[in-house]
């Protein structure tokens, strides 16, 4: 006979499983084995009984009423069987996942709180709709690295692919956060978005919505029938991507057959460009028409280098946090952070190259129609400077120079401190440019912008706390549901072993 081969060292390293159930299994079944041979010996061993003499008649037969008097005793029946684990209320995610949901319910009662301040409704609905973009776009940007893995067939990001896809469970949620916002559209139609009230006046005082000639343009698009439809069909395609691509990989654990990675390709060939037309719409039906006499034909390239960025800090942070708790030791090497922290470089400059763009188009041209949006986020009506000319400024130099700066370095991108370090940043100013682009629609008395240190800030902030505790606990919930890698992908061994 064959001698049975040795497991490689380090093949618990490089294949784990979160799911507890296989050791459970296999601690259990040495037990029965021992205890069998214990069960069957009385019975092969036991002596034949010998028929009753005679004489010991009168005793046998004592024995026998004494028997019959006895009450009978019904054996007990077979216990049925135990119920399966949860994985995820048995992994060792459990707790951390039950802390986030705690944080997501406390940080949206914290928001909630904003509903009872009175006169300021308007403040409250961007508010919230500023934390919840900014999930939304982490989201988006998780689900387009999927498909972009996929077209290309990477193959240094599969172990980072099955972090994302573990992440797109939470587009359910997403929706359903966002639903507040849809119905109160129709309830109150001018408490977020003006122009779905036509009888809303407008800033300059000039007439009313509905009388405005920018809006008799821009009217065909720019309705609550649409918006309402709009929305449906953003989560419903968002959704149905999402499930694709998670069947079919987890398929793949399963059969191994190279059919679902051809399956996922033919996804991402048609994915996204729906992506790139579904994140642009959105973005201008919920941040730019907050002031839609605006006109930018660069939006939703903004707003796609915000989702990627935005991507690729939390699955930095996942990756991070897995290797520290011994998930991903083994698995997480260097060269993996290093191109990770090469993309978050190369859309860095993505984004100022966009953001620049932009700017300096509307500068140069000069048409009142656009350049009054960023005379909104420099001046006051009197002359003087606002504060979000200062974030405009940590803009410029926190959210590229710095990063830019600290990213080219090697060692920066793949020290575990440092790169937790750069990409904590990247999440709190990419914030703070999603803030840079909804808030200032507020106005105060004088037609200024309001402050950006304001309540308002309050509410985004609990707010990013309360869907981001709903968005990680839904992750750890589904992390141990699967394997943590996917182990029969076809490119799972040249992502093991990537190097530069």
């Known amino acids: 006979m064959k001698p049975t081969q040795p497991t490689p060292a380090g093949s618990a390293g490089i294949l784990p499983t979160s799911t507890p159930q296989s050791a459970a299994a296999a601690a259990v079944t040495p037990a029965v084995a021992a205890a069998a041979p214990a069960v069957a010996t009385p019975i092969a061993t036991a002596p034949a009984v010998a028929a009753p003499t005679a004489a010991a008649a009168p005793a046998v037969a004592a024995a026998a009423a004494a028997a019959a008097a ?9 216990a049925a069987p135990a119920a399966p684990l949860d994985p995820a209320a048995s992994s060792p995610y459990a707790a951390s996942a039950m802390r986030a949901f705690g944080i997501g319910i406390a940080g949206l009662a914290i928001t909630a709180t904003g509903l009872f301040v009175p006169g300021d409704a308007h ?14 776009a982490i989201s988006i940007g998780m689900l387009l690295w999927i498909l972009i893995h996929h077209i290309l067939d990477a193959s240094w990001s599969v172990t980072l692919r099955r972090l994302f896809e573990n992440w797109l469970p939470n587009f359910k949620w997403l929706a359903l956060l966002f639903l507040p916002l849809v119905i109160v559209s129709w309830i109150k139609p001018a408490a977020i978005w003006p122009w779905m009230d036509l009888s809303t006046p407008l800033h300059d005082g000039h007439g009313t919505v509905g009388s405005d000639i920018l809006y008799q343009k821009k009217s065909a698009f720019l309705n609550r029938a649409w918006f309402t439809a709009a929305c449906v069909l953003f989560f419903a395609l968002w959704i149905w991507l999402s499930s694709r691509v998670r069947k079919a990989s987890f398929a793949q654990d ?7 990675t051809s399956s996922n390709r033919v996804t991402a060939a048609f994915g996204i460009p729906l992506m790139a037309l579904s994140l642009t719409f959105a973005a201008i039906y ?13 939006y939703g390239v903004w707003f796609f280098a915000d989702c990627a960025r935005g991507a690729l800090s939390i699955g930095a942070l996942m990756m991070l946090w897995l290797h520290r708790h011994g998930e991903y030791k083994g698995i997480l090497n260097k060269n993996h952070l290093h191109s990770i922290g090469q993309l978050m470089l190369a859309f860095t400059v993505f984004w100022a190259y966009i953001a620049f763009s932009q700017y300096f188009l509307i500068w140069n041209a000069n048409v ?17 400077v606002n504060q979000w000319w200062w974030v405009g400024l940590l803009l410029l130099f926190g959210y590229f120079l710095a990063p830019f700066l600290l990213l080219l370095s090697y060692k920066n991108k793949i020290v575990h401190t440092r790169l937790k370090c750069i990409s904590i940043w990247l999440l709190a100013l990419m914030l703070t440019d999603l803030c840079y682009n909804i808030l200032p ?12 240190i304001s309540t308002n800030l309050v509410w985004v902030l609990s707010t990013v706390a309360g869907v981001g505790g709903i968005c990680v606990w839904t992750f750890l919930r589904n992390l141990p549901a699967q394997k943590l890698i996917p182990i029969r992908d076809p490119r799972i061994t040249e992502c093991l072993t990537h190097h530069e």
């Open 286 to 298: 919920w941040f730019k028409s907050l002031e839609y006499h605006w006109f930018s034909t660069m």
């Open 123 to 136: 403040g409250f609905a961007l508010s919230y709709l500023t934390g919840l973009g900014f999930w939304i």
């Open 70 to 78: 006895a009450p009978v005793v019904t054996p007990a029946a077979p």
């Open 441 to 452: 629609a507020l106005k105060d008395g004088h037609n200024d912008p309001r402050s950006f």
């Open 368 to 384: 009142p129609e656009e350049t009054f949006w960023y005379n909104l986020r420099e001046l006051n009506a009197d002359g003087s």
């Open 254 to 260: 399963s059969d191994g057959d190279p059919r679902w």
